[in-house]
């Protein structure tokens, strides 16, 4: 079955540093890998998908991730950290699909960030 | 930016009674989904819907939850006799293809007394 893994309940940067919040993953399969987040009292943002190409993926609010098949890993980086980026994150993997399923998402069990001015 | 939006935020119920939830997905979406995020735990799969029809539901989504799509806007999700274990957030989501992001409303946070 496929699953995501988000090994770290909860990550502490400091405003201004880098970031990454882990996730690994294991499907059958090519994996549709993406990264939520989630602001209080509110439902989940996109911020990017993985679905095939480059390695590095690109997304909202300055967030990239790296795809890593070797490691089944999809780590989420952010090159400096804002204290608004504090918020619940989830890594999710689109379960096995047909053209007229659509593909449950599998979530991980979210890495709560602090940033800290 | 179109958004998926969930009525009502809240809703408090007793035991054994019905509930339905209501959702109005963004208008040129196809899939529709249901989760659930109980307080302090993993967002749950519910149960999704393409083409007028369940198209995949989990071991949660028992007999005693239904999903309608009444009018060609609203999504629904009925829970016929609420249990105290039914509280939670409940999230839709739509997407405009299986291979699309999907988009998530704020949810509806359902107590159950």
């Known amino acids: 079955a496929q699953s995501v893994a988000q090994p770290e309940d909860q990550v502490n940067v400091a405003e201004g540093n880098p970031l990454t919040v882990k996730c690994t993953y294991s499907?059958?399969?090519?994996?549709?890998l993406f990264w939520y987040v989630q602001y209080p009292n509110r439902g989940l943002q996109f911020l990017l998908k993985?679905?095939?190409?480059?390695?590095l993926v690109k997304g909202s609010y300055g967030f990239e991730a790296e795809f890593n098949k070797s490691q089944t890993s999809f780590h989420l980086k952010k090159p400096s950290a804002l204290v608004s980026d504090s918020a619940l994150y989830f890594c999710?993997?689109?379960?096995?699909?047909?053209?007229?399923?659509?593909?449950?998402?599998?979530f991980g069990q979210g890495t709560e960030l602090s940033v800290k001015p | 930016e179109p958004e998926v939006t969930q009525t009502p935020s809240h809703q408090v119920t007793q035991m054994g009674q019905e509930v339905i939830l209501r959702c109005v997905p963004i208008?040129?979406?196809?899939?529709f989904y249901w989760y659930r995020q109980i307080l302090g735990q993993k967002v749950e799969f519910l149960v999704s819907f393409y083409n007028n029809e369940i198209s995949e539901k989990s071991e949660i989504f028992d007999d005693q939850f239904s999903v309608e799509r009444p009018d060609g806007s609203n999504f629904t999700l009925k829970i016929r006799s609420t249990k105290l274990e039914d509280s939670a957030m409940y999230f839709c989501?739509?997407?405009?293809?299986?291979?699309?992001?999907?988009?998530f409303g704020d949810g509806t946070r359902l107590s159950i007394l």
């Open positions: 993985y679905i095939t190409g480059d390695n």
């Open positions: 989501a739509s997407s405009s293809g299986w291979n699309q992001p999907q988009h």
């Open positions: 208008s040129n979406h196809l899939y």
């Open positions: 999710a993997v689109r379960d096995k699909y047909t053209d007229n399923q659509g593909g449950k998402l599998i």
């Open positions: 499907v059958s399969g090519n994996p549709y």
